[in-house]
């Protein structure tokens, strides 16, 4: 038994090799240059199928009839493929085959009927037009000799042909902007001309999907909020207008939709309104809605991060950031432009607090700790150099000053920022009398017995507290009240600090008030 099984064995390897020493020799057989010897029928008009005969023909990779582009249809064998008379530009001659291979003189190898083939040219008719369509859906031309039909219009548009006979067509109906519009098809004439069929003038209907989406029920809106809505075939709208301010979506779905309030010259009552099918169409949302122009540049619930960050929140501010997302991660700073536009990076330690630093403060003529902020996985472009001071001058001259409100002295101006919000209007006189000097803020040190929870200092915060700070460079003051702080203690700092591989996962959240 064993050694039946063995012979076996022994015949089936014999058989993969030989099978695969056959495939290889096939592969390897020097292709002989492609022959003409016959092709029928000799005459047809478009659209006809011409068997060619010969020899050497499975390496074929182009066909012309006329000098004109056929398609190849069938490769039957090495003796027989089979052609399609063009649609367009149909005119008589000789029928070549061409394949990839060049001869000596870089020219393909090609073949060449003795005969020519005659183009026929009926005149097609059509004896039924289709009265309307959804855009997306196919829709049937009946007639005689529609083969050889080249195009489809809608209006101006062109349709695809996803089926054609003699006697019929199916045509995919192309997205047009007008309600009614004219079918016409297009042929190529005895001339080497096109040639036209029309239907009846705007006798086609356009059946086109039609957003529907819900009306803003909100009497006010604020600036640089987001704005969702939902609805259906909502992947249509183009545009939204706040009066005349013209906005694009932040995202868009079938279903749900999201806008950027814009920020306004000044508060005011407009029409709100969305757009589609270029412009052609519009949908009114809200007659009369208020925009409210915040008096400062408000943003709830912001968080930022150590470099690298698992939960996703930037390393540096820039309050003032135009499209209402004031948190930005080093990747900014790839930019020049954006060298002198930050405001403070974040940062912890070796001694596990969580630091708000001044760019001047990061990055001098004497220290560089620009190298720890990261573009995603890896530092920023130069900042290892020694000429890196050079290149990010700009974002060295930046001076941001930092203090942090007395919870009992400073009760007061704390009661008013968080009373008044985004209407609190930011000017220098609100801080008369207070030194607003630190070039850092920072959490208390876990290791440092020193600073208890509740420990007050000019330049350490904790949950509750309101953070004030002034970049020189901007001539501009900026207020965090401090929502939540979160180092993990339990892990090691370079965890905290954002190592490649562990990720870093402290940050804190608070609310913005920068000023205008």
Known sequence: MKNKLYSLLVLCILVTLT????????ETEVQGAPEIIEFAPVSGKA????TVKGNNLRDIETATIGGVEAQILYKLSQQEIVIVVPREGTKNGKIALSTSRKNDDSESIRAE???????TYPTPVVTEFPKGGRVGNNVEILGTDLDIISKVYMGDEEGEIVYQSEEEIAVKVPFIIDDNTTVSLKYTNQTGGESE???ESDDFLVEKDQPEIEKIDQESLMERSLLTLSGTHLNLIEYIYFGEKKCTPVSQEEHIIVFR????????TVQIKVT????TKEIILADACKVIRMKNLFAANQAIGTRNSKYGYGSMLNGNSADGNPICTPCVLKDKENHDKIDFGAYVNKNWDFQLNSPDAILNSTKNNLKNYWCGTSSLPNTSESNCFNIYQKFSEVQTKFLVLNPT?????????RKEKDQLEITSTMFTGLVINKSS????KYNNKEEPAGFVNAQVFDVGSVVVFHNKHKDKYGILDILDVHIDYDQSSDVNNGNKSNQGIAYITFDLYYQR
């Open 261 to 268: 309030v814009p920020t306004l010259d000044e508060t005011s």
């Open 197 to 199: 069929i029309k239907g």
């Open 441 to 444: 803020a920072r959490t208390r």
């Open 409 to 417: 002295q400073d009760a007061a101006l704390i009661e008013r920022i």
């Open 47 to 50: 659209g006809t199928q011409v």
């Open 113 to 119: 009927s003795s005969q020519s083939f005659t183009v």
């Open 19 to 26: 099978s695969c020493n056959e495939k290889l020799n096939i």
């Open 276 to 279: 589609y099918y270029n412009e």
